[in-house]
């Protein structure tokens, strides 16, 4: 039985038991995950899991319940339609109820039958070569494959099914208490390069060793995509977050001027894995939510959505009545239809600390400042003004006249990132994004280096 | 099929497939949660879901298989695909594996409940987040929002080694927060903690805290922190509330001690710990006021169980000793490389995760005075409580917390409210700057501990009371 059929048997049961007038919306997912994860160059966690979920919302009578699970035999998902109907009776009203989904064409989804079916030993091969790129460092990270496949039917006629696929590595390698990093998330895991991947984290790790401290203060910063790619998960989660907007407590005005021109953001579910449809099966399309600088748009469900007046935007998702609609795939687009920095390379000082061209054009500009690899445990100190702290990872160094001198001991800073990333603050951008992996599959954020021209750093490592 | 008949066809299968060693989890899981907001049901979720998970060890490699069927065929090809799994580890191959001994245990286990949570009719229960939320609203608040969660888990644990355990699980919690929205920014109080108290217990916990009581006084507070004095920046005497002193333990300290980060198991992504295993029963963690526990047989704190996810009686443990690090939270693999001889630390969150090292319950005991009395000695300080922001570095030394609300302590009072108080440290440092603690010790529970890849969530128990430490930086902002 397809997930398709699952999903129209989940509605009719409905239909069924609750009369014709009950709204329905089922998602039935198909999921193959596996991940080998590796530590002291060795694979200690090696996982795999199978499993098909079903999700049923239904607003009956002005009352609104939800219910899903692993049971998807005929008496599992009578008892999950039983239950969910007996929950929807017994709930208070919902008069924010923003109905279902009309019937819409759904795009169609990344897929690689080759990512979808991966064996344990082609993960462990990347892995294997990871550990050999890194050449007597200690390796550490995960190589990871994702298959969903997925149907979504409404009591209102709309039906939707999709099959995606996505691979990841994330990978460092570590000496003397210095460690370098390497991560990128693709659609096809034949795209995933352990030795390549490898040999960067071992010269970046290479390059970090004997840091010295620095005094916290204001520095000018280049930060590499890794860096980037937090700044814009969290743009996303508590700015272009449509409930959050809603609730007043985002950064984001639509229409406003609140980035620097070269910043243009677009959540673009299009351009990489991902099932095609949202949790309420709304197609996902790209939604342009920084154009040059002047926001354009916050994410929306169908309830949010509909108490903006703009209706959805294709961002249901599970906890998204807590959390709020998040766009999460996210680009900062490149600087390459833009007068930007040509690729350069970094000539002298510390060896490896510069991995690629596009971070040497940026560094090559900077008179003083510092090279960022990675951000660390990022937490929102004001939500408003999205004021975050956390800490730098994997890899810092100082830039003096645009080569990186020194490394330095890590930082903690404090700031707020739509500031930073404000009007006259964004003094280049690199070319080539490299998209990065989320914890979850399916969800990414692809960005190039970017040069700021400044970063409050509130800490140092000693305190 | 039985939970113990798919169990245990999972782990004999693996055997077959060349394992040497093998356990399996059946887990069924019933999950409800509602959220209101400003007076309305945002959201009933009510999930089930049951299935299996086996893990083998061939040779020193582990392979991990998770399904969703507990048939005969479905467990078996679980197994085998676990043991398949392993035989592919084994392509990037580790230091010889052990497991710490453990003796054959047959068993079953459930945790105290005097109310079924799941029982409590739904009306009765979105009722008390309605009432929450409306009053909050009422007195102020821009968004009043009430949470309750309940988790219902039996599970299922046969081992190769003889192990046959059958446990079933309760917990349940709930609270609610009150958000203002001034010019700029927003302010927020919560009761009794940022996301409620949870714990290892049946509804009754939910409805001592009674939440609409409650209700008035932190929308008027979210309301007056938005005029209220900026928390001062410096370095102060800095007296901790129970609430945040719990999430200071969790952070700094209960990840601190997770063996498998020291081991570096964890490093690429958690991070590892400070902690050297060479420094184990000499090295200074705190002040002498600091006795740390990791005690799983606390009854109703989240943290507590009969029997870990690898069949290890629960079993309180020491982890600082008048500010002696002496104990990890173990499991049965990482306390035989560590070369202990315990395990009795892990858990999975669920049938499709594999069981990794958490924390159970780590907390304080409990000191020797009262938070009246830390006030009255304190000449020039800060009080915190209620976390709103935590970060934390990669080995768990630098961290700085958030608070929702801060007062002012001058000459032994309690003062003018201060808003955004924020502080940071150096764990050891801060610990060992403890100078008082109060024996007004609560189990704390942390429902939403992020661990693991793929992401695993725990749940914690942290026993905690108001304490003092001395010259502390607050007030950093950006």
């Known amino acids: ?39 002291n160059s060795f694979i200690h966690q090696n996982v795999a899991e199978s499993a098909t979920t079903v999700r049923l919302r239904l607003h009956l009578d002005g009352r609104t319940a939800a219910g899903g699970g692993s049971l998807v035999d005929p008496d599992g998902l009578a008892t999950l339609v039983e239950r969910t109907v007996a929950a929807a009776r017994l709930c208070p009203p919902d008069p924010a109820w923003p109905g279902l989904a009309p019937a819409a064409p759904v795009p169609p989804a990344v897929f690689d039958e080759a990512t979808a079916e991966a064996s344990p030993d082609e993960r462990a091969g990347r892995v294997r070569a990871f550990v050999d790129a890194v050449e007597g460092l200690a390796a550490a990270g995960y190589c990871r494959t994702a298959y969903r496949s997925g149907a979504f039917a409404n009591s209102a006629g709309q039906s939707a099914v999709g099959r995606t696929a996505e691979a990841a590595m994330d990978g460092i390698a570590r000496t003397g208490g210095a460690d370098g990093v390497a991560r990128l998330c693709a659609d096809r895991l034949a795209e995933i390069d352990g030795a390549a991947l490898g040999a960067r984290a071992a010269a970046k790790a290479r390059a970090a060793a004997d840091p010295i401290e620095l005094p916290p203060g204001h520095y000018e910063v280049v930060l590499e995509p890794a860096a980037v790619g937090d700044l814009l998960q969290n743009l996303a989660w508590f700015g272009f977050n449509g409930k959050r907007y809603l609730e007043r407590q985002s950064f984001a005005e639509p229409g406003v001027a609140q980035f620097d021109p070269a910043v243009t953001l677009v959540d673009d579910p299009t351009h990489g894995s991902g099932l095609p449809y949202d949790l309420e099966g709304t197609p996902r399309r790209p939604l342009l939510l920084v154009e040059a600088g002047t926001t354009r748009a916050v994410a929306h469900d169908r309830r949010s959505g509909a108490e903006a007046g703009v209706g959805s935007t294709g961002h249901g998702m599970p906890g998204g009545s807590t959390f709020g609609p998040i766009p999460h795939n996210l680009r900062l687009l490149p600087a390459a239809d833009r007068p930007g920095p040509a690729a350069g390379q970094v000539s002298g000082g510390v060896t490896g600390a510069v991995a690629d061209p596009d971070t040497a054009a940026l560094v090559g500009g900077m008179a003083r400042g510092l090279l960022v690899t990675d951000f660390w445990y990022t937490r929102v100190l004001d939500p408003k ?79 | 099929m039985s939970g113990f008949d798919a169990a245990t066809a999972a782990v004999q299968a693996a055997l077959d497939a060349g394992a040497r060693y093998a356990d399996a989890r059946v887990m069924h899981r019933r999950y409800e949660s509602m959220s209101a907001r400003n007076g309305d049901i945002e959201e009933l979720t009510q999930d089930e879901s049951i299935g299996l998970g086996v893990r083998a060890l061939v040779g020193s490699s582990w392979g991990f298989h998770a399904v969703p069927e507990l048939s005969d065929a479905a467990a078996r090809d679980a197994g085998r695909r676990a043991a398949a799994t392993a035989a592919a580890s084994a392509r990037v191959p580790g230091p010889p594996i052990d497991l710490v ?78 958000t203002s929205i001034g010019d700029g920014e927003t302010q927020r109080r919560s009761y009794p903690s940022y996301r409620g108290q949870y714990g290892t217990t049946g509804w009754e916990l939910v409805t001592s805290l009674d939440l609409a009581a409650h209700a008035a006084r932190i929308a008027e507070e979210s309301r007056e922190l938005l005029t209220a004095p900026e928390c001062p ?204 603690l109060s024996s007004e010790i609560v189990p704390w529970g942390t429902p939403n501990c992020g661990k693991g890849q793929p992401g695993q969530t725990g749940h914690t128990g942290h026993p905690a009371a108001p304490a003092r430490f001395r010259n502390v930086r607050v007030g950093v902002r950006a």
Not at chain 1, 29 to 37: G, I, N
Not at chain 1, 407 to 418: G, K, L, M, Q
Not at chain 2, 313 to 334: E, N, Q, Y
């Open chain 1, 1 to 39: 039985m397809t997930e398709l059929d699952l999903a129209g048997q989940v509605v009719e049961l409905v239909r069924r038991l609750a009369g014709p007038h009950a709204q329905a919306e089922v998602t039935v997912t198909r999921a193959d995950l596996a991940l080998t994860r590796f530590a």
């Open chain 2, 101 to 178: 001994p453990a003796e054959a245990i047959v068993a079953s286990w459930s945790s105290d409940c005097a109310v079924d949570p799941l029982g409590v009719p739904l009306s009765d229960k979105g009722d008390l987040l309605v009432r929450a939320t409306a009053t909050a609203r009422e007195h102020g608040a821009d968004l009043a929002e009430g949470l309750y969660q309940i988790w219902d888990t039996a599970k299922w644990f046969v081992s190769s080694e003889g192990h046959r355990i059958d446990q079933r699980i309760r917990e349940c919690g709930g609270g609610i927060s009150a």
């Open chain 1, 385 to 463: 003004r999205l004021v975050i702290t956390g800490l730098t990872r994997n890899g810092v160094w100082l830039v003096e006249d645009g080569v990186p001198t020194r490394a330095v001991r890590d930082f903690r800073f404090t700031e707020s990132y739509p500031q930073a990333l404000g009007p006259g603050r964004v003094l280049g951008l690199g070319r080539t994004p490299v998209r990065q992996p989320d914890r979850m599959d399916g969800a990414w954020w692809a960005a190039p280096p970017l040069r700021l021209a400044s970063w409050h750093f509130t800490g140092g490592a000693s305190g």
């Open chain 2, 233 to 436: 920046a410096g370095e102060t005497d800095l007296i901790l509330g129970g609430e945040q002193l719990a999430l200071q333990i969790h952070e700094s300290v209960g990840h601190a001690i997770e063996l498998d980060r020291i081991l570096g198991w964890e490093a690429a992504f958690a991070g590892t710990s400070w902690l050297d295993l060479a420094q184990l029963g000499t090295l200074r963690y705190g002040s002498e006021l600091m006795n740390v526990t990791i005690d799983p047989t606390i009854p109703g704190a989240l943290g507590s169980f009969g029997y870990d996810d690898e069949g290890s009686p629960a079993v309180k443990r020491d982890a600082v000793r008048a500010g002696r690090w002496v104990g990890v939270l173990a499991g049965r693999d990482s306390g035989a490389v560590a070369g202990l001889d315990y395990g009795g630390s892990v858990r999975a969150d669920g049938w499709a995760r594999l069981p990794m090292v958490r924390m159970t319950n780590v907390g304080l005991e409990p000191g020797p005075h009262s938070l009246d009395e830390i006030i009255d000695a304190t000449d020039d300080g800060v009080l915190m409580d209620l976390n709103r922001s935590w970060s934390i570095d990669d080995k768990r030394l630098n961290f700085q917390f958030g608070c929702e609300v801060g007062w002012e302590v001058k000459k032994g009072r309690r003062g003018r409210m201060l808003r955004n108080p924020t502080y940071t440290g150096i764990g050891p440092v801060f610990w060992r700057s403890m100078d008082m």
